[in-house]
């Protein structure tokens, strides 16, 4: 993937990521997102979607209105940046009209909008990027979104609530990231490609053969349709034991 570039507050159409919806030739600059929960070539503006993919505006200076009328939401907190960074699982809610989506990926956007109920407005899946153990022994998640949750841990030589590992997933609910539910990265669980040539692809985790890092293992997955696709660890994200937990 082109990697995108640029100085610490501008960003050029032509050095933009290649899913942001915008035409490179109209204009010389594009918004960037300020740093945030989502690295620079894993989101879209919030003003970019509001102007570009959803149609709610037909200028910037219209989508920054709407975000100052306090109007949208972003994982259950209302949002007034333009420049905020959405990315893989977000849940945008727009208040007037009550549409609430999802972050999604997909094979040609890369990113996408999909259109969720209400009942899964307060649900998000956030992969275990890393963990840390912090004062009094209690173990911290540091999840794909920036978001931390903190483990407690009753006795630290015998840590039984520990069961969390790197690259798992946990269902928490927004915003008071209360875990609901662990998904385990195991054969047999249902998962998404984020990234590579096969994003956007899910189905059941077939096998994983670590060579030398465990972040480059070759993992095969088997789709709905019964074909087999292959890509490394670091690109699936589990969403499900059986089926997924969430709608895709």
Not at 66 to 83: A, F, S, W
Request: aromatic share 8%; with cysteine; proline share 6%.
């Amino acid at each position: 993937m082109k990697k995108a570039k640029g100085s610490l507050r501008h960003l050029r159409r032509y050095a933009a990521p290649w899913y942001y919806p915008i035409s490179v030739k109209e204009y010389a600059w594009t918004v960037k997102p300020r740093p945030g929960p989502h690295a620079l070539d894993k989101c879209i503006p919030l003003g970019i979607i509001l102007r570009d993919v959803l149609g709610y505006a037909r200028t910037m200076r219209e989508a920054r209105r709407i975000l100052g009328e306090r109007k949208v939401k972003i994982d259950g907190r209302i949002i007034t940046d333009y420049k905020f960074p959405v990315g893989l699982m977000d849940v945008i809610e727009l208040i007037p009209s009550g549409e609430i989506f999802r972050v999604l990926p997909h094979p040609s956007k890369f990113l996408y909008l999909k259109p969720i109920s209400s009942n899964e407005a307060n649900l998000k899946i956030c992969r275990i990027e890393n963990k840390t153990m912090v004062k009094g022994g209690n173990i911290q998640l540091n999840l794909h979104d920036g978001r931390n949750i903190l483990i407690k841990i009753s006795n630290p030589f015998e840590p039984v609530e520990d069961v969390y590992k790197t690259l798992d997933s946990v269902l928490i609910t927004i915003p008071d990231q209360q875990i609901v539910e662990h998904i385990k990265l195991k054969e047999g669980a249902y998962v998404l490609v984020i990234d590579g040539r096969n994003v956007g692809a899910k189905g059941r985790l077939k096998s994983v053969v670590q060579i030398f890092k465990r972040r480059r293992s070759i993992v095969t997955l088997v789709d709905d349709n019964g074909n087999e696709i292959r890509t490394i660890l670091d690109y699936i994200f589990p969403i499900g034991h059986e089926k997924p937990l969430i709608e895709v």
